[in-house]
């Protein structure tokens, strides 16, 4: 009993004697030591040999739990190290480092201009080594998470580099161009940034009309469509649900979009490589009523645009081959002939026109004639307006009937 009376002033109130006692040994210990072997000593040293592992690793637990707060030197680097990892609640420089994926000389320059929680150890002879708060390194990790790279971003949204740029220019992500320079951040976007825009976009989608060119998202390149401004315009348009999403896919850049309404947005680079109502009838002499006339009854494609504020429509180059591969206008057949339209027309006999715009007198203006029904006549002039004499013939037996 007299040999095990010191301990019952060590274990009566537990852990608060037994950690008084180890903060005595601190302060008497070796002001100049830099380990805690030489600190405290044979004591620490035997201590160590029973109480690093097993039952009583709780008493080196409250040894390495005082000498965090009291020792200013380094801790983990003897057989205890274990034990100091669970109960310190800081973390070496280089550990800190390797956790958030940075490089020491980094956390380094912040721990310098003081940007950063730390505190100092001395370590080795005459070296200080910093060491960081394990919460404060949990709270920047958690902070890192929020943001990834451009590639990862690309692979999530399923976007070549150059939509992403877009994107980000357009205001349909949170990015950060200065990323680098903060700590809190992984990379330049947000990736909640990128579960919005998924999710505001699934929103808008709608049922897929039947007919009409589509485009993908990841299609909205200027390489494609050209002006850069109208890319964002477009993607701005997209993400107010302005042009619905009419087909969808597993990621966001595979939405597909009506093509008519997207170019609305391309005025500038579509007028560029095409020509206006206006343009085009200056061009060739017909009257601008009939080519409006024509695109309104689907012989002639158009392109629909918006044009300083106001509607207006855009024949592309293969709108207008297309055109000319299937119809002349009777106006200018005759011109070509030197003889009056009217003349032409009763010349033409059976073979038919479309497409003419009636006017308020009676007359037709902006008629056209298929160049098949002319290629048939030149070649079988006879047999054709026989065979269509015999057929208005046979109707109107027909309707007498």
Not at 353 to 370: D, F, H, I, S, Y
Request: a positive charge; charged letters at 20%; hydrophobic letters at 45%.
């Amino acid at each position: 009993m007299e040999f095990l009376r010191p301990l019952e002033g060590l274990l009566s109130d537990w852990p608060v004697g037994f950690e008084a006692h180890v903060s005595t040994r601190i302060a008497a210990g070796d002001a100049q030591a830099r380990t805690l072997n030489s600190l405290l000593g044979r004591w620490y040293q035997q201590l160590k040999a029973v109480c690093a592992a097993g039952p009583l690793q709780p008493f080196m637990a409250c040894v390495v739990k005082v000498a965090a707060s009291e020792f200013d030197g380094i801790l983990g680097l003897d057989a205890a190290g274990s034990v100091t990892v669970e109960n310190n609640d800081h973390m070496l420089l280089k550990h800190a480092a390797k956790q958030l994926g940075v490089s020491r000389d980094r956390l380094l320059t912040l721990v310098a201009a003081n940007q950063l929680q730390h505190r100092t150890r001395r370590f080795g002879t005459r070296g200080i080594a910093y060491e960081i708060p394990i919460a404060e390194v949990e709270r920047i990790h958690a902070a890192r998470l929020r943001w990834v790279s451009e590639a990862t971003a690309c692979e999530t949204l399923g976007v070549p580099p150059a939509v992403l740029t877009q994107m980000v220019a357009a205001n349909l992500l949170m990015a950060d161009p200065g990323w680098r320079t903060d700590i809190l951040k992984s990379g330049p976007v947000e990736s909640q940034s990128i579960e919005r825009l998924t999710i505001a976009l699934k929103s808008h989608l709608r049922k897929s009309p039947e007919g009409g060119e589509r485009i993908a998202l990841k299609e909205l390149t200027s390489r494609r469509m050209g002006d850069k401004k109208a890319i964002r315009a477009a993607l701005q348009a997209i993400l107010r649900g302005e042009i619905a999403c009419i087909g969808g896919a597993a990621k966001a850049g595979g939405f597909q979009y009506q093509l008519s309404d997207v170019r609305q947005h391309f005025s500038t680079p579509i007028l560029e490589s095409g020509l206006s109502i206006h343009q085009l009838s200056k061009l060739t002499g017909w009257k601008w009523e009939s080519v409006s006339h024509w695109i309104d009854e689907g012989l002639l494609d158009s392109v629909p645009v918006v044009l300083r504020g106001q509607p207006c429509r855009v024949v592309l180059p293969e709108h207008l081959v297309k055109f000319h591969g299937t119809y002349v206008p009777l106006a200018s057949l005759a011109h070509s002939l030197n003889v009056r339209s009217s003349d032409l027309l009763e010349r033409l006999g059976c073979i038919e026109t479309l497409g003419g715009k009636p006017l308020a007198n009676g007359a037709v203006r902006g008629a056209l004639v298929r160049l098949s029904d002319l290629s048939v006549a030149a070649l079988l002039p006879e047999k054709v307006c026989a065979a269509q004499a015999a057929d208005s013939q046979a109707q109107s037996e027909g309707a007498l009937i």
